[in-house]
Every structure is written in structure tokens, then in C-alpha cells.
């Protein structure tokens, strides 16, 4: 539309606030009237011409068929449009002719708001229009709202018509009246500074998202195409990008071809100024669903060519956990098949930590890609940096990066500058996904750096204070269709450079070293077995408060035992619960104590470095006394009075006999010769055919994250063993891992100072303070 024109209509509707509601709203508060009422207006507006045809057709169902709910589709016939009003009132009849008397103000206009249609009902509600209206009555000014916006010297109709001079006032279309609309979210968004951007991403970066998801594939683009935003706000992304593609005045102009738009919206308030968008322009208004996107699966069954979203990032989605690991199982969206280090497929959780949930809005997109399409679909995603790297492997975080690089969905990621965001400095990240990749781009994954291509703004938008140029957007999309490795020139420009899909992906290894434990029986070692474990403090200090009581008269402590733990903060499980506060607990204690008490006695206090010739000798002690010990009580015993010493002999976990067939599956699982077997943690034991195992020492273990591009026990030769002699590979403890690090690639070192110049300049400082301090003084 004309620009002089457009910009005349939101002078003007924004004036309204200035000239109406001064002093009855607080300026922050001014939205919450224009923008229903605009939406009215030109809803209102829209109707006129067919507004007897709709009556006419009222008339005959209520009156002639005597119908009890409406037909809407006969009624949506005769206005021309999916919404329609059976009301007798108009906003020009309901200014002409009703008086300024406050009941019946509202009465009439109470009337006017129930004639519309079932879809502006849900509008009217979502914005709480009929709050306002009833304090706009009361404060006397609903009249003065009205006669403004039926005003003869603007056009908010699709007609031309002429103002009180009779000069032309062009006819407003769907497409300049959704231009008006976006331009007043914006405005009130910018004015208001608490709200700035919640709902609201900037016009240029979404022309940026637009023309990397459509200039690759425009010259095939479908004649019928679906664009699907699941967390799309007051829609801006949506409408900007079906006007993208069929501007008269863009870049492509597909005037011909048919777009019709999706989104999900939790917040009432955007759900409504979508929702209302979507009608003044045309589109279908039950395409756009209220509610949350993860906690139900909205458009389940259909597919999308073009998804376009900037989801709530480092928000918590633990209030709808329930709803996507749910009785019947994880929500398929958040599940996908990833192949174990052994190339077994099974199906794993893709979800992140429950403190954000951003990543789950790209698996929904992932979940709605056109799978027979021929250009497939693609995918637009703004996310913060957590989403390139947060969660180690095998976490829900890497689970999703690995299965969209695995399947080879990731074309690029663009880093952009900081301070672009109304609602936040961070830096954010536009990641592009295509289910068709193109030939020279399959396999590869391109990084963008282009952080330091901005231009300030005169003033800051809220965090907002600069943003892209058109030469910025066209310098990106320039990289990005050319597949180019850029290297940046000095501290500013872009900078980009092509991967492998596997450059991106890593083996997280166990690195183990060998147990070796010092035993020795002592009084002080043993007393820890009255206490189970996890219940020692609580029950040490039960024992010290009420003594052999807690043996004999335990039920009458049980108030102050629990006291005890609430006002330390120590929270226990049911079973713990029961294990403190009942005689069975403290006396399954008490025997094992009087177990080891017999033991220590049998043995000694002999100090064993040796751990293997210590259990086997508490093993013919305990068969000697006839004590009935389980494997677990056993376990305590021996973990009460033994320590990790650097000095003492490796444990031995079992003994294994490796012969013929055995042998051979146990060197194909591993991929390594006979005499590569101690690399692994297979120790040949003198015997033939005999290997050893031994127990590892959890706080010694050491993870090590190689890259998918090396060979695991080539890179455990070069970079561990030289280092630590007896450590082996834990091989099936490996798990993939996938991260993508920005710095990594594109961090350049910066060289420090020289210590000269740093003390020059300390001088020239102080010798500028001293001459500051003396002037404020006086002294000079």
C-alpha cells in the first residue's frame, strides 16, 4: 500500500489514545482498547455493504425455519466472509443513534458485540473488550472512541471513498489493512518498555528468516503452500511470511499461489491479536489455536512447507511435563531413533532439562515436515545459545542435535548480533533445517558469524539498540546461497565456514583406573554400621540424644526424630521414614554392628593391602561363626572398613576364562588383537586362558570426549596411556554426544598488551586524576 497513506492511518489511530483515553488508562494500558477496537472497526467495516443480506438471512432462520442455533454457514454466505453479525446495529448506527445515557450505551453496544459470529466472540473475549467498553462508559468516552474511528477522513474499508473535501481516500486491502495492524503491535510494544518484545520479533529479522526458508526453493514453490508457527505470538512472522511471498511490490510475488497460515498462541491477549489479524487479512481465523503447543499435539496429522518460530527460550516447561511424559508414554514428537556405539537402534527421549524447553518447539516442527512433498519442508528457528551446546551426551539436549545433524535436517546456523531482541541482549541464533537438502549442501552443515554486521539505532527499544541494514541481510543470504567459507577482515564483517556433519559429534568414553583398597577392622570403622546409610546424621543424633532408648522406647522419640530432619532439611522417602522411626530399622543396624563386633574379633586389627586376601579371609571367618550375611551387608562391612591407598594391590573383580569362540565374539565386540585385550580391561593373569577383571575406582574415572572423526583406541594410545599406565577403556560405557560451539570456530586470540605500555599507561592516568583532584580543590 501507499506509504503516505499508511503512515497517515497509524498517525491517526494512534492519536485516538492521546486524544481519548488521557488520564482514564495509564499509557501502558492504551493497547488494551485500540487494538480491539480496530479489530472491531474493520470487522465493522467489512460487513456494511452485505449487512441486509446477513439480516435478511437471521430473519429467515430464526423467524421462517425457526432454527435454534444458527446456520453458519449460510450466514458466513451472506456476508462474504468466515465471521458475520446478526445484530441491527453498525458502529456508524450505534454512534447516529444512541443517546449518551450510560445504561443504555451499554445495553446497545453489549447488543452489537453478541450479533458477531461464534470466532469474533472468542476474539472479544480473549481481549476482555467488554471490561473496557464498561469503563469507557463510565468514564464517559465510548461515544468519542466511536466517532473517531468511523470517522469520514480516514478509510478503514476496502472501498475507495472520498473525505469531507471530496478528496480520494483509497481503499484499505486485507494486506495494507495487516500492515496497519502490525505497525500499531509494534508501536504500543516499543512504548510499552515492561512488555517490550514478549511477543514481538523485529521486522528485519524476520525478513531475514523469510528469505533464507524461501529464495532457495522459489522457483518451485508449491502453488498451495502452509506456513506453521507453533508458538506465534501476535502473529508477525506468520503474516510477514505469507506477504514475503505475495507482496505485489516483493521479491517474489506469487500473487497466484495460495498460503494459508497455522500458529498456537498461550498467551490470550497475542492468541486474540492474531487470531484478529488473521481475519482482517483474509485468512482462515481457525487455522490459529489457543493453548500450549507442548502440552498438546494441536495439528497432529498434518504436515507444513514452511515453519517459521522464535520460541520462549530458558523458560520452564516442568508444569507440562505430565502432559509429554504422560501415562501412555513420552508425546511421540519428543521421541526419536538414535543408534547405540554398537549400531543398535532404539528409541530415546528427545527432551531437554525441564528449565527450558525451547528445543521442544523445534522437535514439534521437526515432527510436521512434509515427507512427500518434492521441496520438502523448511525451518526457520530463533534460539540462544544454550541450544547449541547445553546437555552432555546422551542427554536430551545432544539427543536433539544429534537426530536432526544424523538425519542430515541442519543446512545452517547464523550467529546475530547482540541486542537485537527487544526483551533481550543475549545472542541469538537463527537455525535452518530442510528436509531436501541440496546436493552441494548434503553432509555439511554452514556457521555464520555475522554478530558484527549491525547498525545502531538513535534510540534503544527496549534492549533493542541496533539492528540489520538491508545490505546486512542481503550480505548474509549472499554467504548462505553460496555455501562460502568467509574469513572475517580485522573486528568487523562476517565471517563462515563449512562443516561435516560429523565434525559436530563426539564419544564420551570412561577412562578407568584400578581399585586399591586398605582394609583394617577397627572400633571406630564399624560403628558407622548401626546407622544405615543415608540416615546416618538423623539417627547419630537420636542415638546421642536419647541413647539405648532408641532400642527400647523408640516410638516415643518419633515426633522429635522427624522434627529433627524437617528443621535440618533433610527430606526423607517413605521407606527412610519407616526405617528411622521403627524398632526393625535401628535393629537391623544393631545386628550387622554385632556381626562385625565378632569379625573384628575373629581377625584382628590387622592391616590388609591386599583386598582380595581380606575378603577371602572375612569369608572363611564368616562361614566359621556361622553368620547369615547377605551380599549387601557384606558390602557395608567391607566398605566401613576399607580406603582407597595408591600403595595397595589392584581388586580383582572376577576371573575369566577366554578360549575358542568366546574369545573370538569378545575381540569382534571390541575390535582389537589378543594383545591389545589389557586396553580394554582384560589382564592376561599368567594362566592360560585366563584374564582378569578389575574393580574401578569411581573417583579416579575420567570421561573423555573424542571426536567421531578419530578411532577411539588410537586416540586412548596417544593422549592417555603415556600418561596413566594402568588405565582401560570402558567401551561400553560410550555414549554419542553432539555439539555445535561458536567460539570454538570462530574465536580469534587477541594478544595482551605489553607490560610497557599497560604501565604507561597507569601513569597517564594518574598524573589526569592528580590534576583533576587539584583543580576541584583549588589548588591550581
Known amino acids: 500500500?501507499?506509504?503516505?497513506?499508511?503512515?497517515?492511518?497509524?498517525?491517526?489511530?494512534?492519536?485516538?489514545?492521546?486524544?481519548?483515553?488521557?488520564?482514564?488508562?495509564?499509557?501502558?494500558?492504551?493497547?488494551?482498547?485500540?487494538?480491539?477496537?480496530?479489530?472491531?472497526?474493520?470487522?465493522?467495516?467489512?460487513?456494511?455493504?452485505?449487512?441486509?443480506?446477513?439480516?435478511?438471512?437471521?430473519?429467515?432462520?430464526?423467524?421462517?425455519?425457526?432454527?435454534?442455533?444458527?446456520?453458519?454457514?449460510?450466514?458466513?454466505?451472506?456476508?462474504?466472509?468466515?465471521?458475520?453479525?446478526?445484530?441491527?446495529?453498525?458502529?456508524?448506527?450505534?454512534?447516529?443513534?444512541?443517546?449518551?445515557?450510560?445504561?443504555?450505551?451499554?445495553?446497545?453496544?453489549?447488543?452489537?458485540?453478541?450479533?458477531?459470529?461464534?470466532?469474533?466472540?472468542?476474539?472479544?473475549?480473549?481481549?476482555?473488550?467488554?471490561?473496557?467498553?464498561?469503563?469507557?462508559?463510565?468514564?464517559?468516552?465510548?461515544?468519542?472512541?466511536?466517532?473517531?474511528?468511523?470517522?469520514?477522513?480516514?478509510?478503514?474499508?476496502?472501498?475507495?471513498?472520498?473525505?469531507?473535501?471530496?478528496?480520494?481516500?483509497?481503499?484499505?486491502?486485507?494486506?495494507?489493512?495487516?500492515?496497519?495492524?502490525?505497525?500499531?503491535?509494534?508501536?504500543?510494544?516499543?512504548?510499552?518498555?515492561?512488555?517490550?518484545?514478549?511477543?514481538?520479533?523485529?521486522?528485519?529479522?524476520?525478513?531475514?528468516?523469510?528469505?533464507?526458508?524461501?529464495?532457495?526453493?522459489?522457483?518451485?514453490?508449491?502453488?498451495?503452500?502452509?506456513?506453521?508457527?507453533?508458538?506465534?505470538?501476535?502473529?508477525?512472522?506468520?503474516?510477514?511470511?505469507?506477504?514475503?511471498?505475495?507482496?505485489?511490490?516483493?521479491?517474489?510475488?506469487?500473487?497466484?499461489?495460495?498460503?494459508?497460515?497455522?500458529?498456537?498462541?498461550?498467551?490470550?491477549?497475542?492468541?486474540?491479536?492474531?487470531?484478529?489479524?488473521?481475519?482482517?487479512?483474509?485468512?482462515?481465523?481457525?487455522?490459529?489455536?489457543?493453548?500450549?503447543?507442548?502440552?498438546?499435539?494441536?495439528?497432529?496429522?498434518?504436515?507444513?512447507?514452511?515453519?517459521?518460530?522464535?520460541?520462549?527460550?530458558?523458560?520452564?516447561?516442568?508444569?507440562?511435563?505430565?502432559?509429554?511424559?504422560?501415562?501412555?508414554?513420552?508425546?511421540?514428537?519428543?521421541?526419536?531413533?538414535?543408534?547405540?556405539?554398537?549400531?543398535?537402534?532404539?528409541?530415546?527421549?528427545?527432551?531437554?532439562?525441564?528449565?527450558?524447553?525451547?528445543?521442544?518447539?523445534?522437535?514439534?516442527?521437526?515432527?510436521?515436515?512434509?515427507?512427500?512433498?518434492?521441496?520438502?519442508?523448511?525451518?526457520?528457528?530463533?534460539?540462544?545459545?544454550?541450544?547449541?551446546?547445553?546437555?552432555?551426551?546422551?542427554?536430551?539436549?545432544?539427543?536433539?542435535?544429534?537426530?536432526?545433524i544424523e538425519q542430515d535436517y541442519l543446512e545452517a546456523i547464523i550467529q546475530l548480533p547482540n541486542n537485537l531482541f527487544y526483551n533481550t541482549g543475549i545472542t541469538t541464533y537463527i537455525w535452518l533445517l530442510s528436509n531436501r537438502k541440496s546436493a552441494e549442501r548434503a553432509g555439511k552443515v554452514q556457521l555464520i558469524d555475522a554478530s558484527q554486521l549491525y547498525q545502531k539505532l538513535r534510540k534503544n527499544l527496549g534492549d533493542k539498540n541496533c539492528e540489520l541494514s538491508q545490505a546486512h541481510i542481503g550480505e548474509i543470504l549472499s554467504v548462505y546461497q553460496e555455501l562460502a567459507t568467509v574469513e572475517r577482515q580485522g573486528e568487523e564483517g562476517i565471517a563462515a565456514q563449512v562443516f561435516e556433519n560429523q565434525d559436530f559429534g563426539y564419544y564420551k568414553v570412561n577412562i578407568e583406573r584400578p581399585q586399591r583398597l586398605r582394609a583394617k577392622f577397627s572400633a571406630e570403622a564399624i560403628e558407622s554400621l548401626l546407622y544405615q546409610r543415608g540416615l546416618e546424621a538423623?539417627?547419630?543424633?537420636?542415638?546421642?540424644?536419647?541413647?539405648?532408648?532408641?532400642?527400647?522406647?523408640?516410638?516415643?522419640?518419633?515426633?522429635?526424630?522427624?522434627?529433627?530432619?524437617?528443621?535440618?532439611?533433610?527430606?526423607?522417602?517413605?521407606?527412610?521414614?519407616?526405617?528411622?522411626?521403627?524398632a526393625k530399622g535401628w535393629e537391623k543396624g544393631q545386628a550387622l554392628y554385632a556381626a562385625a563386633q565378632q569379625l573384628m574379633q575373629a581377625i584382628g586389627e590387622q592391616v590388609y593391602f591386599d583386598f582380595n586376601q581380606f575378603v577371602a579371609a572375612l569369608a572363611k571367618q564368616i562361614k566359621a561363626l556361622g553368620l547369615k550375611l547377605s551380599a549387601t551387608e557384606k558390602k557395608a562391612i567391607y566398605s566401613a572398613v576399607s580406603t582407597y591407598d595408591a600403595k595397595a594391590e589392584k581388586v580383582i573383580k572376577r576371573r575369566l576364562k577366554l578360549s575358542g569362540q568366546k574369545l573370538t565374539n569378545l575381540l569382534a565386540h571390541l575390535g582389537c588383537t589378543l594383545e591389545q585385550l589389557p586396553d580394554f580391561g582384560y589382564y592376561p593373569s599368567g594362566k592360560a586362558g585366563e584374564y582378569l577383571e578389575y574393580e574401578s575406582e569411581s573417583s579416579l574415572r575420567d570421561s573423555e570426549n573424542i571426536p567421531l572423526k578419530e578411532e577411539i583406541h588410537s586416540y586412548f594410545l596417544e593422549e592417555v596411556r603415556p600418561h596413566i599406565a594402568e588405565a582401560w577403556i570402558n567401551l561400553d560405557s560410550v555414549k554419542l554426544g553432539y555439539e555445535i560451539s561458536f567460539n570454538k570456530y570462530f574465536y580469534r586470540h587477541q594478544p595482551l598488551r605489553s607490560l610497557e605500555e599497560v604501565s604507561q599507561e597507569i601513569r597517564t592516568l594518574e598524573a589526569e586524576s592528580d590534576g583533576l583532584i587539584a583543580e576541584i580543590l583549588k589548588l591550581v
Open 1 to 404: 500500500m501507499n506509504t503516505a497513506v499508511h503512515n497517515k492511518l497509524v498517525s491517526f489511530i494512534w492519536s485516538i489514545a492521546d486524544d481519548c483515553l488521557r488520564d482514564i488508562y495509564v499509557r501502558g494500558k492504551y493497547r488494551d482498547v485500540i487494538l480491539p477496537m480496530v479489530v472491531l472497526r474493520r470487522l465493522d467495516a467489512l460487513l456494511e455493504d452485505t449487512k441486509e443480506a446477513v439480516l435478511e438471512e437471521a430473519y429467515f432462520q430464526k423467524e421462517v425455519m425457526k432454527l435454534v442455533d444458527w446456520d453458519e454457514h449460510a450466514l458466513q454466505h451472506a456476508s462474504g466472509y468466515v465471521f458475520y453479525n446478526t445484530s441491527t446495529w453498525t458502529l456508524q448506527r450505534f454512534y447516529e443513534r444512541t443517546s449518551n445515557n450510560p445504561q443504555l450505551l451499554l445495553a446497545n453496544f453489549e447488543e452489537y458485540l453478541l450479533g458477531f459470529s461464534q470466532n469474533v466472540q472468542e476474539i472479544i473475549e480473549k481481549f476482555n473488550l467488554r471490561a473496557q467498553i464498561r469503563h469507557m462508559v463510565n468514564k464517559d468516552v465510548l461515544l468519542a472512541v466511536v466517532e473517531k474511528f468511523i470517522s469520514p477522513g480516514i478509510n478503514l474499508t476496502n472501498q475507495d471513498k472520498l473525505d469531507p473535501e471530496g478528496n480520494k481516500l483509497p481503499a484499505l486491502t486485507n494486506l495494507g489493512m495487516g500492515y496497519v495492524f502490525e505497525e500499531l503491535i509494534r508501536k504500543f510494544n516499543e512504548e510499552n518498555n515492561e512488555e517490550a518484545g514478549e511477543h514481538f520479533t523485529p521486522r528485519e529479522v524476520i525478513d531475514l528468516m523469510s528469505r533464507l526458508v524461501f529464495l532457495p526453493i522459489k522457483e518451485a514453490l508449491p502453488k498451495v503452500m502452509t506456513i506453521y508457527d507453533p508458538a506465534c505470538g501476535s502473529g508477525g512472522m506468520l503474516t510477514e511470511a505469507q506477504n514475503f511471498v505475495k507482496d505485489e511490490e516483493g521479491e517474489i510475488r506469487c500473487t497466484d499461489h495460495d498460503v494459508y497460515l497455522f500458529g498456537k498462541e498461550i498467551n490470550d491477549e497475542t492468541y486474540a491479536i492474531c487470531k484478529s489479524d488473521m481475519m482482517i487479512k483474509g485468512n482462515d481465523p481457525a487455522n490459529i489455536r489457543s493453548g500450549s503447543t507442548l502440552s498438546t499435539d494441536e495439528f497432529a496429522g498434518l504436515q507444513f512447507d514452511f515453519m517459521l518460530s522464535n520460541p520462549p527460550y530458558g523458560k520452564s516447561w516442568s508444569s507440562e511435563k505430565k502432559y509429554i511424559d504422560g501415562v501412555d508414554g513420552t508425546d511421540v514428537r519428543f521421541l526419536v531413533p538414535l543408534k547405540d556405539y554398537w549400531g543398535k537402534e532404539e528409541i530415546v527421549a528427545a527432551t531437554p532439562r525441564s528449565s527450558d524447553g525451547q528445543l521442544l518447539f523445534l522437535m514439534e516442527m521437526l515432527s510436521k515436515m512434509k515427507t512427500e512433498s518434492p521441496t520438502g519442508s523448511r525451518i526457520a528457528s530463533v534460539h540462544n545459545g544454550s541450544s547449541l551446546f547445553t546437555g552432555d551426551a546422551g542427554s536430551g539436549e545432544s539427543n536433539i542435535r544429534r537426530y536432526l
Open 538 to 582: 538423623p539417627m547419630r543424633w537420636a542415638y546421642a540424644e536419647f541413647g539405648e532408648d532408641v532400642y527400647q522406647q523408640l516410638g516415643q522419640h518419633k515426633k522429635a526424630l522427624l522434627a529433627y530432619c524437617e528443621a535440618e532439611g533433610i527430606s526423607l522417602s517413605a521407606k527412610q521414614k519407616t526405617a528411622l522411626t521403627t
